[in-house]
């Protein structure tokens, strides 16, 4: 099984940026495509961004579209979110997963779909 860890979060002011990490153990990483999820205090999980297993296919939530890039290194075991123009509102807890069903647009946006979920890192955006 995958096991996951994500790293890179902290306290950014508005317009700011940050680069979220998520390290993953096993030796079938790169079977697996990986999504961003995040989670705001009292509000329901949201999909954020998900990349294909061998990195060539992206898909990414209206909100965050053109402002977070999602990208992968497979020979480092590892999934990126770089995060750009930071607001208020993305403020929370985020996630990364596996995706353990086939790779669609219904698929991904599914968290019902991902297993091997790690921590969680917080993201902070001050106004």
């Known amino acids: 099984q995958v096991q996951l860890v994500e790293s890179g979060g902290g306290l950014v002011q508005a317009g700011g940026s940050l680069r979220l990490s998520c390290a993953a153990s096993?030796?079938?990483?790169?079977?697996?495509?990986m999504g961003w999820f995040r989670q705001a205090p009292g509000k329901e999980r949201e999909f954020v961004a998900v990349i294909s297993q061998s990195g060539g296919t992206t898909y990414y939530a209206d909100s965050v579209k053109g402002r977070f890039t999602i990208s992968r290194d497979n020979a480092k075991n590892t999934v990126y979110l770089r995060m750009n123009r930071l607001r208020p509102e993305d403020t929370a807890v985020y996630y990364c997963a596996a995706l353990r069903s086939r790779f669609s647009p219904s698929t991904v946006v599914d968290e019902t779909n991902f297993s091997s979920w790690g921590q969680g890192t917080q993201v902070t955006v001050s106004s």
């Open positions: 096993g030796r079938t990483f790169s079977s697996y495509a």
